[in-house]
């Protein structure tokens, strides 16, 4: 049976990983290839990266980075942040990434993901939605990291970018983004229930329950956090063992 | 012991690569007919699109140097499925070394989410290939195509629909996960078939 996914999210300034609280006092964390190997040997089921710096004059920093964790991890990792081009993506890939996340330029030019699609296949792009709810009760797309808002439902966006070849959501509510009050059930449900792709639910995870409410009610395929595995509030060994306990096929 | 992976137009070549080195062993990128031919192992890696590969295959003329291989070869994923006699995806006829067909998952089947992404199990293993591997072992997937049950099958698994995880004949060998993204389980897998 295909089991539920945990993937610690790894964010990358420079070649190296931050760890922030509330996107302040953000602080080296070290080497990125080594917490990345930690994770894997506790049985992390992918691993994802994320360039917070990600200007052009550093891209050649993240791919140099992209190739050593490709030699080093023995799990499948996506990396984003910042890529607007096949050719970002070649690059990356080449370099050893299993798969892309596309957000903001995907967003502003969307023939991006078919032209990504089509040149390496939808296996490998992921596309990754900060979303919001407003007062009005309806989901909003928003943009750079989530300082933009759009006009655009996340459930629309989401569903054109299926019908254009991506083959995986990372859903991220930024309501729910580092409150650890439990992710946001409704609208990762109204994606997992009705789109084609395995949905990746981000944003609020604060215990182990509330893993097992965001696969079990909002039917994710994946859930990703970061601060509950950087500052070690939970094991990965110690968080898959009570997911299966409730009956929730995880890989251990 | 020299291995070479076939160089062609599929991805995930690199992550093969870079597999085989974390246990200890170097391979040559190639689609030279002479060095795959002398090789004592062979590994035909893929993530791609069925035609697109088969076609440059025989523009190349890879595929007969592959059918003939007589040392052990290894086809991965995309490269298992081309093994097979014929794909669904965009009804392409492949190299035939497994009569397995290969076929799209389907809701019909009450599968809903297409491709298969993550982490599923390998059982009724039945091949040295899997020495030292418990039986519902974890190895990670990403397809949305599948090969069949079959007299060929040496593992299955269940998407659905039960398939065929693993086929072998003769000197030939298919996996349709990635040992080389399926930790420790996939590198004992690498190890298996540079030990055959």
């Not at chain 1, 329950?209 to 909002?218: H, L, R, T, W």
């Not at chain 2, 035909?44 to 295959?57: D, H, I, K, Q, R």
């Not at chain 2, 052990?72 to 298992?80: N, W």
Request: hydrophobic fraction near 40%; proline fraction near 3%; include cysteine.
């Amino acid at each position: 049976m295909l089991t539920k996914r945990i993937i610690p999210c790894l964010d990358i300034k420079d070649g190296r990983t931050v760890k922030g609280v509330n996107f302040e006092q953000i602080r080296d964390a070290g080497d990125p290839v080594e917490l990345a190997s930690i994770y894997a040997k506790e049985g992390a089921d992918e691993l994802v990266f994320l360039d917070i710096t990600a200007t052009n004059e550093k891209r050649k920093t993240l791919s140099e980075l992209v190739n050593k964790i490709a030699h080093q991890i023995n799990i499948p990792f996506t990396v984003g942040g910042g890529i607007n081009s096949v050719e970002d993506v070649q690059v990356l890939l080449k370099n050893g990434a299993d798969k892309i996340s596309v957000n903001t330029a995907a967003f502003k030019k969307p023939d991006l993901i078919n032209e990504l699609a089509l040149e390496f296949g939808s296996q490998c792009v992921v596309l990754a939605i900060d979303t919001k709810q407003e007062a009005d009760g309806k989901w909003y797309v928003y943009l750079n990291g989530g300082k933009v808002k759009t006009d655009t439902l996340c459930f629309d966006w989401a569903r054109e970018a299926v019908d254009r070849g991506v083959g995986e959501i990372l859903l991220t509510s930024m309501n729910n983004d580092g409150t650890k009050k439990g992710f946001a059930l409704d609208i990762t449900k109204q994606l997992a229930g009705s789109l084609p792709v395995p949905i990746i639910a981000s944003g609020g995870a604060g215990s182990k329950e509330d893993f097992a409410d965001v696969f079990q009610q909002a039917q994710a395929d994946a859930a990703l956090a970061a601060s509950i595995f950087h500052f070690k509030e939970i094991a990965i060994p110690e968080l898959k063992k009570y997911l299966s306990e409730q009956q929730i096929p995880v890989r251990l | 012991m020299k291995t070479v992976i076939i160089k062609y137009n599929a991805g995930n070549i690199q992550s093969v690569l870079y597999a085989l080195e974390r246990i200890g062993h170097t391979a040559d990128v190639t689609d030279d007919h002479e060095q795959i031919r002398q090789a004592d192992k062979v590994i035909f890696p893929g993530v791609g699109e069925a035609s697109t590969a088969m076609n440059y295959l025989k523009s190349r003329k890879l595929d007969q140097i592959i059918v003939d291989l007589k040392q052990p070869v290894l086809g991965i994923c995309l490269g298992m499925q081309l093994m097979c006699k014929y794909s669904e995806e965009n009804n392409t006829d492949c190299l035939g070394i497994f009569d397995e067909k290969v076929s799209r998952f389907s809701p019909v089947n009450g599968v809903n989410k297409i491709p298969q992404i993550g982490w599923n199990t390998i059982e009724h293993l039945k091949s040295p290939l899997f020495n030292g591997i418990k039986e519902s072992s974890y190895c990670y997937y990403v397809h949305s195509f599948y090969a069949s049950l079959g007299e060929h099958t040496i593992a299955t698994t269940h998407y659905g629909i039960g398939y065929s995880a693993a086929l072998h004949r003769n000197n030939f060998y298919g996996v349709q996960f990635h040992p080389e993204k399926s930790a420790e389980t996939g590198e004992q897998i690498l190890k298996n078939f540079i030990a055959l």
